[in-house]
């Protein structure tokens, strides 16, 4: 079968990552990146080396209008999202991009368009999902009670953006494994320091879900792990079958009473393997994406609902339907 070839844009550290796996180490058969676009041509030369590419260019145009490139990877800054994802579907690519797609659910469901559902595949970079040890906890636990985790922040982001940067990945991850409606969201906000601030200066957050199924989750996050002393990620997921899991830092799994079925030492970036062999999956036998525009809009719904339940200090109803009537 023909390989497809792929144009990455942006080529900093998340790119070289994609490059590494796909390129160098191979992991990912019938996709090669082959054209490397950054407003740095240096760095895409650079990366362009390394991965033994074609092409290496600050213009986006030219890799646009080459008919042999079959599909972008857009790990660009994120302001840049929205824009690169549009002007690659106007083109006729397909899409992965990284999460998350935009700032806001407005800017996300920009992207929702039924001739591109149609024609093309636009898969957003939720990579936990694909992980070996959550798709084993899927397995185990196939309808989760109750999950608690806590992600350790990161970045000198606040408001919303802190949450985007750290809380992300986790709320695709958990509404994927509850797999139900999501009915309402509530959250509390605070500062390090202990004075009071406004939401959009806050760094410690508490956000909590509730499923139509009767099922909820809790996520804190915020903190440091001096020494690495506590891990970035702890997931505990308990099940209606009695099955506990508990994942640290998306590596090991430890479950009760299922033990023999524990999973340890877990690549910690293998979810971006398996993500791309999914999107190239979808390509070749024209499928929907696993992760589509839609599935990360709910993210942003959540992360804008928790902002406003933590600033009026209510519980706030979630509409999820409207991310399917749009």
């Avoid at 991850?173 to 406004?198: K, N, P, Q, Y």
């Avoid at 009473?257 to 877990?266: C, D």
Wanted: charge should be negative; aromatic fraction near 8%.
């Amino acid at each position: 079968m023909k390989e497809l070839n792929v144009a990455l844009i942006g080529c900093g550290n998340i790119g070289r990552l994609h490059v590494q796996n796909i390129n160098v180490d191979r992991t990912v058969p019938g996709m090669r990146i082959s054209a490397f676009v950054d407003v740095d041509l240096a760095r895409a030369q650079e990366l362009c080396r390394f991965g033994e590419g074609l092409l290496a260019t600050a213009d986006l145009r030219q890799v646009l209008a080459d008919e042999s490139i079959g599909a972008v990877l857009i790990a660009a800054n994120i302001p840049s999202h929205i824009e690169l994802c549009r002007r690659a579907a106007s083109a006729g690519k397909h899409i992965f991009v990284e999460k998350p797609v935009g700032w806001s659910l407005r800017e996300c469901m920009s992207l929702v368009d039924d001739k591109w559902d149609r024609e093309l595949v636009i898969l957003v970079g939720y990579c936990f999902r694909f992980s070996p040890v959550y798709q084993l906890v899927k397995e185990e636990i196939p309808r989760p009670s109750m999950t608690f985790a806590h992600v350790m922040g990161g970045g000198d982001s606040h408001g919303v953006e802190y949450l985007y940067h750290n809380l992300s990945h986790a709320l695709n991850m958990i509404c994927w494994l509850h797999d139900s409606h999501l009915r309402r969201v509530f959250a509390m906000a605070t500062h390090a320091s202990g004075e009071r601030v406004s939401v959009e200066q806050a760094d410690r957050w508490l956000v909590s879900l509730e499923f139509d199924n009767g099922s909820i989750a809790s996520i804190g996050v915020g903190g440091d792990a001096p020494g690495h002393h506590l891990p970035k990620w702890y997931y505990k997921i308990c099940g209606t079958n009695g099955v506990t899991a508990e994942v640290v830092n998306n590596q090991h799994v430890y479950f009760k009473p299922n033990e023999s079925h524990n999973l340890e030492g877990a690549t910690y970036h293998q979810g971006h393997i398996e993500e791309m062999k999914a999107f190239l999956t979808a390509i070749r036998t024209h499928t929907p994406a696993p992760v589509s525009v839609r599935d990360a809009a709910l993210v942003h719904l959540i992360l804008e609902s928790a902002m406003k339940s933590a600033r009026e200090r209510v519980l706030v109803d979630c509409d999820v339907d409207r991310l399917c009537r749009q």
